[in-house]
Nanobody
Framework: QVQLVESGGGLVQAGGSLRLSCAAS????????MAWFRQAPGKEREFVVG????????RYVDSVKGRFTISRDNAKNTVYLQMNSLKPEDTALYLC?????????????WGKGTQVTVSS
């Protein structure tokens, strides 16, 4: 069992940056694939970015490539999402997830999310 708590969301102007964190508690954090998803009002949940258990392999949705960077610190049981050059279309609830596969994305545990709002 893994519990996930996201933080770092907020209101930012277009072009700005935010850094999201996801703190995990429970066993064997370093064995899990970690990912960030997002869900905007009226839209389906969307995969944004994932990272392998070792941190070597990453996967990004095309719309955030070059702007977002995922990283993890297995010693701190934490995964991060650095978001730069934010756009209004990045506005969503960002959810952290832990799972068993990056390709395809298979997630077993979810946080409650942190809201990101980008103003134009």
């Amino acid at each position: 069992q893994v519990q996930l708590v996201e933080s770092g969301g907020g209101l930012v102007q277009a072009g700005g940056s935010l850094r999201l964190s996801c703190a995990a508690s429970g066993r064997a954090f370093s064995s899990y694939v970690m990912a960030w998803f997002r869900q905007a009002p009226g839209k389906e949940r969307e995969f944004v970015v994932g990272i392998s258990s070792s941190g070597i392999d990453t996967r990004y949705v095309d719309s955030v490539k070059g702007r977002f960077t995922i990283s993890r610190d297995n010693a701190k049981n934490t995964v991060y999402l650095q978001m730069n050059s934010l756009k209004p279309e990045d506005t969503a609830l960002y959810l952290c997830a832990a799972g068993s596969s990056l390709y395809p994305s298979v997630m077993n545990y979810w946080g409650k999310g942190t809201q990101v709002t980008v103003s134009s």
